[in-house]
């Protein structure tokens, strides 16, 4: 598979000017240190869970299913297995790096956080969760594992259906994956805005160091 060429310093640029994600991810985290939840938390879920069609129920389910740790290593053991059958083997080192670097730093930011998750009081709770909410856990290694393979099928890939598929297929997941923490009383619609921040930056961290690793200055 061919590899394109980019350059790694305009990468960095463009890095430093999601600076701004980041500090809007730290302000979401710092707000939900001292408050439970929103005004505005509490209507968006309230708003999506009185959507009763068993087939959208169904997708949100299904949507979240792999993302819980085991599980979504699973898919990512497969995943760089398959990888390293197409002799991609900083891209498979580099896959398992950022999914379990994004796990390592969501759980740090949940324990300093400290945020409760939703209440079944307040809103309907599809399943009970032992962590804490902010950020979501989901989003964030959706964007590290699924955002990190739909650049690689993007870039080592030739234009053709397989590519397209793997590209929609990746693309759903991470655009999804946060209606779904939200409509499945998992997260706060605030703690997915800040999944989706803190994701897109290790996102472009980890782009950023496999193209060091994979042409070194």
């Not at 032992?130 to 856990?137: E, K």
């Amino acid at each position: 598979m061919p590899f394109h060429r980019f350059d790694p310093d305009g990468i960095a640029r463009r890095l430093s000017r999601r600076a701004l994600v980041i500090i809007l991810s730290l302000t979401l985290g710092a707000a939900a240190a001292v408050v439970a939840y929103f005004s505005g938390d509490l209507w968006v879920t309230q708003s999506l869970q009185r959507l009763h069609n068993p087939y959208f129920h169904w997708l949100m389910v299904a949507v979240s299913w792999p993302g819980y740790f085991y599980r979504q290593l699973v898919v990512a053991l497969c995943a760089a297995a398959l990888l390293l059958l197409l002799r991609q083997r900083i891209e498979a080192v580099c896959m398992l790096m950022s999914l379990v670097s994004s796990w390592l730093l969501v759980n740090v930011i949940k324990f300093i956080v400290g945020r409760p998750r939703p209440a079944s009081d307040l809103v309907e709770v599809y399943q009970e969760n032992v962590t804490r909410s902010f950020p979501s856990g989901h989003v964030v290694t959706y964007l590290a594992f699924y955002g990190f393979l739909f650049y690689l099928v993007y870039t080592l890939m030739r234009p053709s259906v397989l590519r397209s598929a793997l590209l929609a297929v990746f693309g759903a997941m991470i655009g999804l994956v946060g209606l779904s923490r939200v409509y499945l009383g998992a997260h706060w619609a605030s703690d997915v805005l800040g999944g989706y921040c803190l994701g897109l930056f290790w996102l472009a961290l980890m782009i950023h160091l496999y193209l060091r690793f994979k042409r070194p200055a």
